[in-house]
Nanobody, 130 residues
Framework: QVQLVQTGGGLVQAGGSLRLSCATS????????VGWFRQAPGKDREFVAG????????????YYRDSMKDRFTISRDDAKNTVHLDMISLKPEDTAVYYC???????????????????WGQGTQVTVSS
């Protein structure tokens, strides 16, 4: 069972920035795509960003929800078994609980649906005030 521990988040004013981190002790982490999702009150959980596993020709392809690609950056530090989500220019509509999720080892590409991620972090609240 892969356990993911999230840190970061909190309260920030509109226009501010935050970093979310997702860490694990699982040694196969570097071979798994990792995604970030978010869920606002009364809404479905939605895909935010994802990063694929490292390969010989790529440090991990990335994919973003269209509305976030200019403001959010996902990165991975496989030496520390950690994935980060850096968020800038935050807006009140970014307020949600953010979850990291890990796909199965050797999964190709960047899955974008919840069903593709069997392992989930505990969630962390991000609140953006206007």
């Amino acid at each position: 069972q892969v356990q993911l521990v999230q840190t970061g988040g909190g309260l920030v004013q509109a226009g501010g920035s935050l970093r979310l981190s997702c860490a694990t002790s699982e040694r196969t982490f570097s071979t798994s795509p990792v995604g970030w999702f978010r869920q606002a009150p009364g809404k479905d959980r939605e895909f935010v960003a994802g990063i694929g596993r490292r390969t010989t020709w790529s440090e991990g392809m990335t994919y973003y929800r269209d509305s976030m690609k200019d403001r959010f950056t996902i990165s991975r530090d496989d030496a520390k078994n950690t994935v980060h989500l850096d968020m800038i220019s935050l807006k009140p509509e970014d307020t949600a609980v953010y979850y990291c999720a890990c796909a199965a080892p050797l999964t190709y590409g960047v899955p974008k649906t919840r069903e593709d991620y069997p392992y989930w972090g505990q969630g962390t609240q991000v609140t953006v005030s206007s």
